[in-house]
Structures are given as structure tokens and as C-alpha cells.
């Protein structure tokens, strides 16, 4: 199993630019999630899924969306990146099942590094 | 809100041991414990569930107060491989009428850990 992969790993944007960030898992999980990790600080989740076509807002979704068309994938949409949008983007993902969400470990992605300028 | 760490560095040699604290003000669904190396991606250590559990692998173990929203991570006889940042990732959730969990994993600001020869 390849796990959870993130292309690219690294992008620079100019202001106002958009792009997407890829992220696919090959485990069948249910969950998935976006975070995002400025220098020297903890990981902010941006917006996570329960299944395919449920997404939610985390706790800093302004300047994102998200969708979630099949089980495998969980794509990151950015419009009009400003240069705040500069930080490492870790996709993650993890099973689902009686013990309710939040209570399985999550499998990270190697991380997309961003700079808008 | 973001769940408080403590402290926020650590330096030891290796043998010696670790506490790395954890606490929130939200009642609490579950705690993670993930360690981060520098350009890697998080990896997870342990969950634990409400219910004041404590878990152990190996050399690290982690405790889980639920009535104080608290939960602890121990390193005992520290390696070098245990150098890394450590981060506390609290979990608030909510199920709605359809039985759909929905929530929040939040993560603390992380603890540096140096383990020296």
C-alpha cells in the first residue's frame, strides 16, 4: 500500500494565483482530513470528511474548499492564495467505526510545502 | 481552543526520562500524542479514549484524566531516536440525530524534545 500521497510537494504561487492540492489514500478510510503547519507551530485542521460527498469546515477553512467525490481521494482547493496561505499542508486520513470519529489513529501524507509571494 | 503543552522544550541525555504535559479546557472525546521529525510528517504514538485509560508501548505511555481534561505523555530512559516534536491533538465531538459523528481534533503548540548522547 502507497498510503496517503500529496502531489506536489512543493509549489510557490504568486498572490492571487489558485491550485489545487492533490491528496489520494489506498486504505479504504472513510476520514479524511486537511491541516496545515506554519514554521514552529502545531497543525490547524482546515476541513476534514466523513465520506464521499461529506465534507465539514475545521477551524481555519477561510480561503479553502474542499469536495469529495470518491472514498480514495480529497483534493485542496485554494483561491486566490495570499501570502497568510504560506505553510506546510499535510493531508491525513483514518478508519471509521464504532468508536466514533477522532478515535482512530490518523495516517499523515508527506506534506506539501507552499509559498505564495 | 487550542489545547496547552508543557513544557514547550526539553532537553535530556539519553536513559533519562520525560513528562510532557497536556491539558484543555473542553471536556474531551479523546487525546492523541503524535512526534514530528524535522521535514517528516507526524507520526502517531497513541490514542486515548474518555475514560481515564492508560497506555503503554515500550518506553512511552501516556495516562488520560478526563474529569481534569488532562492527559500526560512518559519517556522513560530516553533514546536518541526519541528526539522530535511532540504534539497533544484534543478531540471534541458531537453526533447529530442520524447518528453522523462530527467534531473537532485540535493540536497543541508541541513540545521540543532533544535527547543528547
Known amino acids: 500500500n502507497a498510503g496517503v500521497t500529496q502531489t506536489p510537494k512543493f509549489r510557490i504561487l504568486k498572490i492571487g494565483q489558485s491550485m489545487t492540492l492533490q491528496c489520494a489514500q489506498d486504505?479504504?478510510?472513510?476520514?479524511m482530513y486537511w491541516y496545515r503547519q506554519d514554521p514552529g507551530m502545531g497543525l490547524k485542521l482546515i476541513y476534514y470528511s466523513v465520506g464521499a460527498g461529506i465534507t465539514d469546515k475545521g477551524e481555519v477553512p477561510n480561503g479553502y474548499n474542499v469536495s469529495r467525490s470518491t472514498t480514495e481521494d480529497f483534493p485542496l482547493r485554494l483561491e486566490l492564495a495570499a501570502p497568510s496561505q504560506t505553510s506546510v499542508y499535510f493531508c491525513a486520513s483514518s478508519l471509521s467505526g464504532q468508536r466514533g470519529m477522532f478515535s482512530y489513529e490518523q495516517y499523515f501524507g508527506p506534506g506539501t510545502r507552499l509559498t505564495v509571494t | 481552543q487550542q489545547p496547552v503543552q508543557s513544557p514547550q522544550a526539553v532537553i535530556l541525555r539519553e536513559g533519562e526520562d520525560a513528562v510532557i504535559n497536556c491539558s484543555s479546557s473542553k471536556a474531551l472525546y479523546s487525546v492523541h500524542w503524535y512526534r514530528q521529525k524535522h521535514g517528516e510528517a507526524p507520526v502517531f504514538l497513541m490514542i486515548?479514549?474518555?475514560?481515564?485509560e492508560q497506555k503503554g508501548h515500550e518506553k512511552i505511555s501516556a495516562s488520560f484524566n478526563e474529569k481534569k481534561q488532562q492527559s500526560s505523555l512518559y519517556l522513560t530512559a530516553s533514546q536518541l531516536s526519541y528526539s522530535g516534536t511532540y504534539f497533544c491533538g484534543t478531540a471534541t465531538l458531537r453526533t447529530n440525530a442520524g447518528g453522523t459523528s462530527y467534531g473537532k481534533l485540535t493540536f497543541g503548540q508541541g513540545t521540543i524534545l532533544t535527547v543528547h548522547p
Open positions: 486515548l479514549l474518555k475514560g481515564g
Open positions: 486504505m479504504n478510510h472513510n476520514y
